[in-house]
Protein backbone atom coordinates (compact mmCIF):
# COMPACT_ATOMS: atom_id res chain seq x y z
CA UNK A 1 0.00 0.00 0.00
CA UNK A 2 0.94 3.70 -0.29
CA UNK A 3 2.89 5.29 2.43
CA UNK A 4 4.22 8.33 3.08
CA UNK A 5 6.77 8.93 5.86
CA UNK A 6 7.81 12.78 6.69
CA UNK A 7 11.19 13.71 8.14
CA UNK A 8 13.03 17.04 8.93
CA UNK A 9 11.55 18.32 11.77
CA UNK A 10 12.92 19.42 15.18
CA UNK A 11 13.69 22.23 17.39
CA UNK A 12 14.81 25.37 15.55
CA UNK A 13 15.29 29.18 16.31
CA UNK A 14 13.87 32.19 14.98
CA UNK A 15 15.78 32.82 11.49
CA UNK A 16 16.85 29.01 10.98
CA UNK A 17 15.98 27.68 7.60
CA UNK A 18 14.38 24.15 7.56
CA UNK A 19 13.96 21.47 5.17
CA UNK A 20 11.04 19.09 5.48
CA UNK A 21 10.47 15.84 3.51
CA UNK A 22 7.96 13.48 2.54
CA UNK A 23 9.23 9.99 0.98
CA UNK A 24 6.79 7.69 -0.78
CA UNK A 25 6.37 4.36 -1.35
CA UNK A 26 4.05 1.99 -2.59
CA UNK A 27 2.93 4.08 -5.41
CA UNK A 28 3.76 5.78 -8.80
CA UNK A 29 5.13 8.94 -6.44
CA UNK A 30 5.10 10.81 -10.58
CA UNK A 31 1.52 10.55 -11.05
CA UNK A 32 0.44 11.84 -7.33
CA UNK A 33 -0.21 15.51 -6.83
CA UNK A 34 1.77 16.07 -3.63
CA UNK A 35 0.76 18.84 -0.57
CA UNK A 36 1.85 19.79 3.28
CA UNK A 37 -0.33 20.88 5.77
CA UNK A 38 0.89 22.37 8.93
CA UNK A 39 -1.52 21.57 12.31
CA UNK A 40 -1.62 22.48 15.87
CA UNK A 41 -2.99 20.67 18.08
CA UNK A 42 -6.63 21.13 19.16
CA UNK A 43 -6.74 23.44 15.20
CA UNK A 44 -7.87 22.43 12.03
CA UNK A 45 -5.15 21.34 9.59
CA UNK A 46 -3.74 24.46 7.49
CA UNK A 47 -2.90 24.46 4.00
CA UNK A 48 1.33 25.00 3.62
CA UNK A 49 2.54 24.11 0.30
CA UNK A 50 1.67 22.35 -2.70
CA UNK A 51 3.06 20.81 -6.05
CA UNK A 52 2.05 18.52 -8.44
CA UNK A 53 3.44 18.17 -12.18
CA UNK A 54 0.36 18.71 -13.89
CA UNK A 55 -0.89 22.04 -11.90
CA UNK A 56 2.43 23.43 -10.94
CA UNK A 57 3.16 24.86 -7.09
CA UNK A 58 1.46 26.66 -4.66
CA UNK A 59 2.57 28.27 -1.27
CA UNK A 60 0.45 29.61 1.56
CA UNK A 61 0.77 33.14 1.24
CA UNK A 62 2.64 33.48 4.66
CA UNK A 63 5.36 31.18 3.09
CA UNK A 64 5.55 33.49 -0.35
CA UNK A 65 9.53 34.54 -0.58
CA UNK A 66 10.64 32.73 1.62
CA UNK A 67 9.85 28.98 0.91
CA UNK A 68 10.28 26.52 -2.25
CA UNK A 69 8.83 23.31 -2.60
CA UNK A 70 10.13 20.66 -4.87
CA UNK A 71 10.31 17.14 -5.45
CA UNK A 72 12.51 13.96 -7.05
CA UNK A 73 10.38 12.01 -8.93
CA UNK A 74 13.39 9.43 -9.68
CA UNK A 75 13.88 9.34 -5.22
CA UNK A 76 9.84 9.81 -4.64
CA UNK A 77 10.90 12.60 -2.48
CA UNK A 78 8.90 15.99 -1.85
CA UNK A 79 10.76 18.85 -0.18
CA UNK A 80 9.67 21.74 1.84
CA UNK A 81 12.41 24.16 2.25
CA UNK A 82 11.46 27.39 4.94
CA UNK A 83 13.62 29.96 5.08
CA UNK A 84 13.70 32.46 7.87
CA UNK A 85 11.48 30.72 10.18
CA UNK A 86 9.47 32.28 13.05
CA UNK A 87 7.56 31.03 15.93
CA UNK A 88 4.30 30.55 13.62
CA UNK A 89 5.54 28.07 11.74
CA UNK A 90 5.60 25.75 14.66
CA UNK A 91 3.15 22.88 14.47
CA UNK A 92 2.87 19.34 12.95
CA UNK A 93 4.03 19.53 9.14
CA UNK A 94 2.00 16.71 7.15
CA UNK A 95 2.38 15.48 3.43
CA UNK A 96 -0.67 14.27 1.37
CA UNK A 97 -1.02 12.55 -1.91
CA UNK A 98 -4.10 12.73 -4.16
CA UNK A 99 -4.04 10.07 -6.94
CA UNK A 100 -6.06 12.49 -9.39
CA UNK A 101 -6.44 16.25 -10.09
CA UNK A 102 -10.35 16.29 -8.98
CA UNK A 103 -9.36 14.74 -5.54
CA UNK A 104 -6.36 17.47 -5.42
CA UNK A 105 -8.83 20.33 -6.08
CA UNK A 106 -10.98 19.25 -3.63
CA UNK A 107 -8.31 18.24 -0.96
CA UNK A 108 -9.93 14.57 -0.75
CA UNK A 109 -6.01 13.27 -0.46
CA UNK A 110 -6.18 9.64 -0.50
CA UNK A 111 -2.89 9.33 1.49
CA UNK A 112 -1.66 10.82 4.63
CA UNK A 113 1.65 10.89 6.34
CA UNK A 114 1.47 10.64 10.17
CA UNK A 115 3.53 13.79 10.46
CA UNK A 116 6.96 15.59 11.32
CA UNK A 117 6.72 17.91 14.65
CA UNK A 118 8.89 21.65 13.92
CA UNK A 119 9.20 23.77 17.24
CA UNK A 120 10.58 26.86 16.64
CA UNK A 121 11.79 29.28 19.32
CA UNK A 122 12.18 33.26 19.62
Known amino acids: QVRLVESGGGLVHTGDSLSLSCVVSGGTFSTLHMSWFRRIPGNERDFVAT???????RLADGLVGRSTISRDNAKSTMVLRINDVSPEDTGVYSC????????????????WGQGTQVAVSS
Open 96 to 111: AAATTLEKYFTRQYDY
Open 51 to 57: ISNDYGT
